[in-house]
């Protein structure tokens, strides 16, 4: 029985069906999704993207050794040694030590503060148990525990990633002149220094002088002293006037006395007085230098905020509407975002300039009256001490005229015969 033509179809005629089923399956998706909200980028968070990777906030291997304590040339202050080893790349391969007083770490603490606010700044040893310290500051124990503090210090800032690699520590560190200058010095704390170093050095000259005068003094105490043993000797051999010979021995002893005397006094009221007023004239000095500091940082810090303003101008288009980010390119919102954190950085690092400014007026108002009661108070203290000196050989000279018009009777009591 032969097929119907209705029944009859061709290889073409399956694929064409079997097409049209694919096809209107097709539709049925897409008309059934059209009645959902379509999101074209709905599967996109499903793809994997990779995380940023954030750097490694890690130190690089680094050792700061503070050791040998020592008085400095004019005993006014302790330095202590500090020897580097690291291998990062903005230090020097030669490692070598260098010296620096305390003073120099507080300046690496304040300028370490400064460049990185946000940082956790290791404290100085003065600023917790030492405070508690009673006593002279020269005191083997309290120089250990000042170096250990500071040792700590050191340490803690070795193990920091952004403090170790600091141009100030770098600078601390390894600079073999490492003396703070003023970029716009001062007229009247200028003559100050010259000053106060004109007076030091001529008192410095005055206790030299001194010295040698204080020697000669004691080789004639002793001088006079065998001299009184040599006429008491005398006294042995010659019985007729052994009692006026010992009563003029006795004479060149309390002469001697006299001598031994006056160079106590002058020792205790003129020399002390004048290494009271070296040690005066070293306070002023590094009064002022800690003027200069508080004027060096109000400086840094102008410079520091004059260089992010300017970047923070070159950043800036001209003609950019600074009101509103729309119809703003990529580059431009990203340069807007950059120079507002420019900005907020000005205006915070400005705060800190302002501070700086008046805590160095205030400093330096507050040293110009230092400086008057310093000069006040060496002119009564060089007259005290002065006239301490001639009240000394006053004394002596009345007591030696005393000692020999005593004993002029007694050698004018001797008879011819009796030698």
């Known amino acids: 029985m032969s097929a119907s033509p209705n029944s009859r179809m061709t290889d073409f005629d399956n694929e064409a069906v079997h097409w049209t089923v694919e ?60 020897f580097t080893m690291t291998a990062l790349e903005n230090y020097s391969t030669n490692n070598r030590p260098v010296r620096r007083r305390f003073s120099d770490f507080v300046w690496l603490h304040n300028a370490l503060s400064i460049e990185f606010p946000a940082c956790i700044i290791p404290p100085l040893p003065e600023k917790h148990r030492l405070k508690f310290f009673k006593g002279n500051r020269f005191d083997p124990l309290f120089i250990e525990q000042r170096r250990l503090g500071l040792q700590w210090f050191m340490d803690r800032i070795a193990r920091h990633p952004y403090l170790q690699a600091s141009q100030y520590t770098r600078l601390f560190l390894e600079s073999t002149d490492f003396v703070l200058h003023v970029k716009k010095p001062d ?32 080789e004639l105490e002793t001088n006079y002293s065998q001299f009184a043993i040599s006429i008491r000797g005398l006294s042995g051999l010659e019985t007729n006037v052994d009692q006026q010979l010992r009563q003029f021995a006795e004479s060149v002893e309390n002469y001697a006395n006299a001598f031994k005397e006056r160079r106590r006094q002058e020792e205790l009221l003129f020399l002390n007085d004048l290494h009271e007023l070296l040690n005066y004239c070293h306070a002023v000095k590094e009064q002022l230098i800690e003027r200069d500091k508080k004027q060096i940082t109000f400086e840094d810090m102008s410079t520091d905020l004059q260089s992010i303003v300017l970047e923070r101008e070159r950043a800036l288009y001209p003609g950019k509407n600074l009101g509103s980010t729309s119809g703003m390119n990529i580059t431009e919102f990203m340069t807007d975002k950059m120079t507002d954190m420019g900005k907020a950085r000005s205006e915070k690092l400005g705060l800190c300039v302002a501070k700086a400014n008046d805590e160095n007026n205030n400093y ?26 001639a009240d000394s050989h006053i004394e002596f000279y009345k007591k030696s005229i005393s000692i020999w018009e005593n004993i002029l009777p007694v050698l004018n009591g001797i008879q011819l015969h009796d030698i």
Do not use: C
């Open 23 to 82: 096809e209107n399956d097709y539709y049925d998706d897409q008309n059934g999704a059209s009645s959902s909200q379509f999101d074209p980028f709905q599967n996109m968070d499903k793809v994997a993207h990779p995380e940023p990777e954030e750097p490694v906030f890690k130190a690089e291997p680094m050792t700061i050794r503070v050791d040998d304590p020592q008085k400095s040339s004019s005993g006014s202050f302790m330095t202590y040694r500090l």
């Open 187 to 218: 007229e009247k704390f200028e003559e100050m220094k010259e000053s106060i170093e004109k007076f030091q050095v001529n008192l410095q000259v005055i206790e030299r002088l001194y010295s040698k005068i204080g020697k000669r003094q004691q």
């Open 364 to 389: 330096s108002t507050q040293m110009m009256k230092e400086f008057d009661l310093f000069k006040q108070a060496k002119e009564i203290e060089l007259k005290q001490s002065l006239s301490a000196y």
